[in-house]
Every structure is written in C-alpha cells, then in structure tokens.
C-alpha cells in the first residue's frame, strides 16, 4: 500500500512540475532541481527527468544509457521524449527522429539502433570530436573527419579538445559553397600527423580551375605537429600541412605549424581570407635541387583579397626553409603587415602580384629578406630587412638583402635593409645590400645600411632615389633612363651614374662615414645629358669630386666641395678627359664651389675643373 502511495505521488509531481519550472538536470545524481530549490527523487535508481517534447508541459521519468552499445540497443524510443547518454566523453540528450529512415550512423550525432530506428543529438550547437570516438583505442582520425563532416551539414562549430591526437590520415574538407565550418580547439589541442606519402594534413579536394566550388573554413587554436612524418631533406616528396583550394574564404588564426618538412600552409584560387596570429616553428625545406617547398605561408594562383598578420616564423638551429611569407601569381589586393620572420632563404616574397601592401614586417637572418618580381603597383613601407647571421647563401642568382627584380611602377618607402651578410650566391656570384631592377620605381625614405652596394645597374627607366640614407653603402646606377637622385645622404658612399641617359642627379649630401675622413664623390664617366646640381660633398676620397669623363652634353652646376682636409681634392674638382673640347664634355649656368676651410676661402670651379 506504501509503495502504491508513493508511485502516485511521483506521478502526480510528473505532471504538475512544468518545463519552465527546471533549474538543472544533472547526471550524476537522481535529483531533479526546480525554482523552488526542493529536490524529488527519482522513483527509482537509474532514472533522470527529461523535458518533453516542444510545446508540452510534462516532465517525464525516463532511463540514463550509460554507453553508445547501450543506446543502440535501445529498441522502443518514443518520439517527443529526450534520452541521456552518461558514457564520458559523449555526453548528451538525445532524441527519436521519426521521419529519417536514412542517415548513417556517425556515432556522434546519428545513431542507428538495433531496431534500425534513427536517435539524434539534441540541442547541438558545437560538436565535439569525442562524440565520435569508436572504443579506447578508436581512430581518431576517423573521429575528427567524422565530426567535420556532421559540422559541415549540421553548420555548428566543430571543437577538437585539448590532448595530442594521433592522426594517420589526410583530413578532407570540402565544404560545400553556401556552408561554413569552424573547427577549434583548446589550449594543448595537438594534431600529431603521420600518413605515408601523403601530400597534405588537411585539405580540400584540388579542382583545376578559376570557379569557387568551396565554401568557408575558419581554424583556430590548434598546432599541427609533424614529428612523426620525417622526411628526408632533399626528397621530391614535402608534405603541405594545410592545402586549400577553390575556397570563398580562409581564416586561420591563433595556431602553430611545428616540426613540418614541406610547408606550413598553402592557398590556391581562394576568395579571400585572414592568417593571424599564428606561429610557425621548424616548417622548412630547401635545396639546390627541389625547389618549389620549404614555404612557411603561401599564398598561389589567384588567391586574392588576404591579410597576412601579426605571425611569428623562425626555423631552428641547422634547418633552412625557402619562404617565410610567399604571395606568388596574381594574388592581388593583399596585405602582409606586424609578422616577425626569422632564417628563411627569402622573409617575404611577393612576384606576379598587384595592388600588394607590405608593412611593418620584421626579417631577421634572411640573405634575401625582401624579395619583389615581376609585380605592378606593390608597395614595401616601414618593414626591417637584416641579414645578419645567415643560416645559408641564397640560392637565387646575384641577389640582395633586398631583392627587386623586374617590378613595374612599385614603392619602396621607409624601410630599413641592413647587415649584408657579405657571401656570394651558390653559384660564387655576388650579391648585394639591395638590388632594384625594374621600371618606374620608388625609392624613398629607406635606410640602407652595411652592405656592398645598393645596386641598380643595367636598362631601366625612371627610377627615383628620393631622402634615402645610405649608411657606409652606395648607390650604382649605371646604364639607366631617365633616373632622378635626389635629396639623399650618403655616409661613405659613392653614387655611380656611368652611362646614364637623362639622370637627374639633385640637393644630394655626401659625408664620411662612422670612423672614417672623406666621403664618397659622384662617378658619372660616360653619363649624357646628365644634370647634376646643387650637391654637396665633403672631403671626396677618390681625388676628385665629379669624374666627368667622356660625358656628353651634361650640365654640372651649383655643386658644393667642403674641403677640411688637405689630401681632399682642391683643383682637381672634375676628372675631365683633356683630349675632348670641354664645351662638349660638360656645361654649366651657375658656377660649382670650392669652400676650403684650410685656408679659410671659397673658389668657383669652371668646366675645366680649375678653379677661378
């Protein structure tokens, strides 16, 4: 009679006690919570309240299953009625979905019963790789894949908790193009990757055209661990960590990329995307032979419209890699700015690329820190180049710490480009402090400093020196069109315009540099229709300030010679070729200047290079 009693009890409660009446339902005591802080017991052990179905009040009394096992044994689910699953790791309500007849069992957010009835997760709203572990041992592999793929259709975040998780195969992400994934993960989250001659980690499927076929994918939070996937330097086979085509947009950030041998990650034909805030540890890879991996970040083949920000690449002690940052064949309307590189054969490299801005980057013990190719309308500002302690020689031919070779119409301003590492290249040529070759280029407001020389020898057009400072370094020039040299310092240097046409060479000043007594002078043997004007030189190192041999109708005037010291030049001011008639060597409007403090008195310098 007392257990009658009781049952009755309970089942009055069931019925009077709402939805909206529920504080906690908890799993691992039998005690359902109500607002009014009372606590009923369970009719019996093993039981747990559940809310019913949308719309209705009851609470019902219904059994935990305590394994995934125990679940798909379950043969009489109730549709509008949740079950709790207590198994650790796969915790969670589920429910009897009618209606699908279908879908395959994942077993983390589609179960299958034994009765072929279909139970579903409820109230999903991120999916958790654990889900879909299958027993102790279980692939995990297969698990995340597993999870990606319910994320993708169910679009919910995908989380991947902390732990080191093996995987033995490449994770395939092809979300469709109206869906986006997210998949994260937490502080310790490891993906510790080892598959046999695999080419990428994590991937989408290659399609080999222009069109966007894949949606959104966004990474955060993960490292990617490749310790157990050695490769042998100078392989053909490199593994890509992340490769990801035909994609609407990328978004990586707040993970790192350690012990790969290939590369970090690599975009091709994307929309557009973010990298921030990453960090890459020992991605690397380079040789003589093999030439086309040993990137940290790649950006290829139109992948348009990304900013590259705030990341931090170095390689180890003995490893040497190709790229750190590489924005290669159209991909345009790109940003590379705040990333911190350190030992790479090239720190950034941007070719066949336009409307590129790279700023406030810093490159360390790069011998080719900056390298610009065959590029249209690229800027480089405010970014620091330095090839102190270089773990290699560069492999690209007659190089420079900054590399400029064949851009149309780009800028360069306000960098510093410092500490030539003074090796040749592997081929035994030499290499420069800075190399700019190319048309319609901006120099301006850089800091050019230890090096040979910046070098911008050979056929080019309207190139412009504008406020530049070159610190114990020189300017070559020789063989341009049209070039414009103004308002720069040279500390130590010389400028060379030998064969110039057309150089405009301006308001330049030449001092000695640290350590040193005499400046650099102007070289321009040969130049025609040169115009040198308004520079100032102090105590010229070379015996004469001008060498204005051979010159062809040049005009060289209002030019200034500070002597202090008496083994500078004084009368030698031009180094005139004296078997040609003057009037065809140079000419002059405003006199050039001789200030000789030594005797405290100026002279004005005529074409002859006397002075009057």
Same mark, same amino acid.
């Given at each position: ?48 309240? &559940? ?16 394994? +995934? ?27 009897? =979905? ?11 957010? %589609? ?88 080419? &990428? ?164 013990? $790069? ?58 290249? %592997? ?6 402090? &800075? ?39 020189? +300017? ?26 057309? $150089? ?19 070289? &321009? ?10 520079? %100032? ?39 005139? =070729? ?17 200030? =000789?403090?030594?005797?405290? =008195? ?11």
């Amino acid at each position: 009679m007392k257990k009658l009693l009781f049952f009755f009890l309970i089942s009055i409660l069931s019925l009077t006690t709402t939805v909206a009446q529920v504080v906690e339902i908890t799993s691992d005591t039998t005690k359902l919570a109500t607002k009014t802080g009372r606590f009923r017991e369970a009719y019996r052990q093993g039981v747990r309240y &559940a809310k019913g179905a949308s719309g209705t009040t009851e609470i019902t009394g219904t059994r935990v299953f305590r394994s +995934l096992a125990e679940l798909r044994r379950f043969t009489s689910p109730v549709e509008g009625i949740q079950y709790y699953l207590s198994e650790k790791g796969k915790e969670g309500y589920w429910y009897y =979905d009618a209606a699908d007849r279908s879908s395959a069992d994942n077993t983390g957010t %589609v179960l299958v019963t034994t009765s072929q009835k279909r139970l579903k997760r409820a109230d999903v709203n991120q999916i958790n790789c654990r889900w879909f572990l299958v027993g102790e041992g279980g692939n995990t592999a297969d698990a995340i894949q597993a999870a990606i793929n319910a994320g993708i259709q169910l679009s919910q975040d995908v989380l991947i908790p902390a732990g080191r998780w093996l995987v033995n195969k490449a994770l395939v992400l092809d979300v469709p193009l109206d869906k986006t994934i997210r998949i994260i993960g937490q502080f310790g989250t490891i993906l510790d990757f080892k598959a046999a001659n695999a080419s &990428a980690f994590m991937h989408t499927t290659p399609v080999n055209d222009s069109t966007h076929v894949y949606g959104k994918i966004y990474l955060a939070g993960i490292t990617f661990d490749g310790h157990r996937n050695p490769v042998t330097p100078g392989n053909a086979y490199a593994l890509k960590t992340l490769d990801f085509r035909n994609c609407l947009w990328v978004e990586l950030s707040n993970s790192t990329f350690q012990n790969m041998y290939g590369h970090g990650l690599i975009f091709r034909r994307c929309a557009g995307g973010i990298i921030d805030r990453n960090t890459f540890s020992g991605v690397y890879g380079r040789d003589s032979v093999y030439d086309a991996y040993g990137d940290a970040i790649t950006l290829f083949d139109r992948s348009e419209n990304f900013s590259i920000q705030n990341n931090t690449l170095r390689l180890a002690s003995g490893q040497v890699g190709r790229c750190g940052i590489a924005v290669d064949v159209n991909c345009n309307y790109t940003t590379v700015i705040n990333n911190n590189i350190t030992g790479y054969e090239r720190g950034i490299h941007v070719e066949s690329c336009r409307h590129v801005l790279v700023t406030k980057n810093q490159v360390f013990r $790069a011998p080719i820190g900056g390298y610009s190719a065959f590029n249209e309308d690229v800027s480089w500002e405010g970014n620091s180049f330095s090839a102190g302690e270089v773990t290699q020689p560069p492999l690209l031919s007659q190089s420079g710490v900054f590399f400029v070779y064949l851009d149309n119409k780009c800028s360069y301003r306000g960098n510093t480009i410092s500490n030539w590492h003074g090796q040749k290249d %592997v081929r035994g040529e030499n290499t420069y402090l &800075a190399k700019f070759w190319g048309d319609g280029l901006v120099i301006e407001n850089n800091i050019f400093s230890k090096g040979n020389e910046v070098w911008a020898y050979g056929s080019h057009k309207s190139q412009q020196y504008l406020r530049n400072q070159f610190l114990d370094t020189g +300017l070559r020039i020789d063989r341009q069109d049209s070039p414009t040299v103004e308002s720069n310092f040279f500390y130590g240097g010389t400028l060379n315009l030998q064969s110039t046409s057309k $150089a405009s060479i301006t308001k330049n000043q030449f001092y000695p540099a640290v350590e040193q007594m005499q400046s650099g002078n102007i070289n &321009a043997y040969g130049a025609r229709f040169a115009y040198v004007a308004d520079n %100032v030189l102090r105590d010229c190192k070379n015996g004469f300030v001008i060498d204005n041999q051979q010159t062809e109708k040049a005009v060289f005037e209002g030019n200034i010679l500070i002597r202090t010291l008496s083994q500078a030049p004084g009368n030698s001011y031009f180094y005139t =070729d004296s078997n040609r008639p003057v009037e065809n060597v140079s000419k002059s409007y405003r006199p050039n200047q001789i200030r =000789d403090y030594l005797i405290n =008195d100026s002279f004005l310098v005529g074409n002859s290079g006397v002075a009057q």
